[in-house]
């Protein structure tokens, strides 16, 4: 079965700081691997997704996500973090990003002054 | 193009009635899938459409049914609801046959609190 962790229930970082949100995942073929990012009472807007080839991959808003087959991981991570981030971030795996993805619990993020 | 739409947006229903959520998926899309959001939670899967037709099944009861119609729309319908139905509830549509990139867009969400 597949699943997903994200071990930070809530980070808070300074605005300008960089910004490393964990995500691990067990699956049992190649995952495609995805970041979420959900503001309060809205939906789901896609960050970046991870398919296939190059490991490191760049999204929208300046992020980037890395992922590691060996640690299982899909890191999402961005170098400076402006307060308009400040929102519910969410990890999946699966198949497509519609149909049976798994979720995490996600990330909340705040961003301080 | 109008993406992903979901009605109503909100919604308050008593224990042990019934419910019809909607969704129109984005123009050029087939396939329609529905998620449940509970509080503080990630998404789970509820179900997914294509082609009228229920793909694939999520661990939730059959009180839970679906619809998909000709024009590619989808509802979503509780029955018998109970307290623990009270949710976001989101739908994504995507194009099924797109090998790589299935992309998904979500819509707003349908509050649902129950009572």
């Known amino acids: 079965a597949q699943s997903v962790t994200q071990p930070d229930i809530h980070i808070t970082v300074s605005e300008g700081a960089s910004l490393e949100l964990r995500c691990n995942y067990s699956y049992g073929a190649t995952p495609y691997l995805f970041w979420y990012v959900q503001s309060p009472g809205q939906g789901l807007q896609l960050l970046l997704k991870y398919f296939s080839g190059d490991t490191l991959v760049q999204g929208i808003k300046g992020f980037e996500a890395e992922f590691k087959r060996s640690q299982s991981s899909f890191n999402l991570r961005k170098p400076s973090v402006h307060w308009s981030d400040a929102a519910e971030y969410f990890c999946a795996v699966g198949m497509t990003n519609a149909g049976k993805s798994t979720f995490g619990d996600g990330t909340t993020l705040t961003v301080k002054p | 193009d109008a993406g992903v739409t979901q009605s109503p947006t909100h919604l308050i229903k008593t224990r042990g009635q019934q419910v019809t959520l909607r969704c129109s998926p984005k123009s050029g899309h087939d396939t329609v899938s529905w998620y449940q959001q509970a509080l503080g939670q990630g998404p789970q899967f509820i179900f997914q459409?294509?082609?009228?037709?229920?793909?694939q099944r999520g661990n939730f009861p059959d009180r839970f049914s679906g619809h998909q119609f000709p024009n590619y729309s989808s509802e979503l319908n509780v029955n018998a609801l109970l307290l623990g139905d009270s949710a976001l509830y989101l739908c994504?549509?995507?194009?099924?046959?797109?090998?790589?990139?299935?992309?998904?867009?979500f819509g707003q969400g349908t509050r649902l609190t129950v009572v």
């Open positions: 459409y294509y082609e009228e037709e229920e793909r």
């Open positions: 994504a549509s995507s194009l099924l046959q797109v090998r790589m990139g299935r992309e998904a867009f």
